[in-house]
């Protein structure tokens, strides 16, 4: 069993950063694919962004790519979100989640991750 817990979330001014952490129960962290999902208010989750499971390779959605960066400590079992550029749009509950391996079918989709976290919300004033 994995188990995920987001913190970092908060109330910041637009053009502010913020820094999400995620971290990982689990003796084969170092395996698993990490993404950030989010969930503004009366919307759909959305996937933003992932890392393979060295951390040499994160990807974007196209709304946060050059704002957001992804990162991971496989020692601290740890995965982070770095937010810089905040806009009132990037107000949401934000999630991570694990993907086990093997992999299948798109990164992106929430259906390809078994485990989540229970999310941490940040909420981007104008």
């Known amino acids: 069993q994995v188990q995920l817990v987001e913190s970092g979330g908060g109330v910041v001014q637009a053009g502010g950063s913020l820094r999400l952490s995620c971290a990982a129960s689990?003796?084969?962290?170092?395996?698993?694919?990490m993404a950030w999902f989010r969930q503004a208010p009366g919307k759909e989750r959305e996937f933003i962004g992932g890392i393979n499971w060295t951390g040499a390779m994160a990807y974007y959605a196209d709304s946060v790519k050059g704002r957001f960066t992804i990162s991971r400590d496989n020692a601290k079992k740890t995965v982070y979100l770095q937010m810089n550029s905040l806009k009132p749009e990037d107000t949401a509950v934000y999630y991570c989640?694990?993907?086990?391996?093997?992999?299948?079918?798109?990164?992106?989709?929430?259906?390809?991750?078994?485990?989540w976290g229970q999310g941490t919300r940040v909420t981007v004033s104008s």
């Open positions: 989640a694990a993907r086990i391996p093997p992999y299948g079918g798109s990164r992106s989709a929430e259906n390809q991750y078994d485990y």
């Open positions: 689990g003796r084969t962290f170092s395996s698993y694919s």
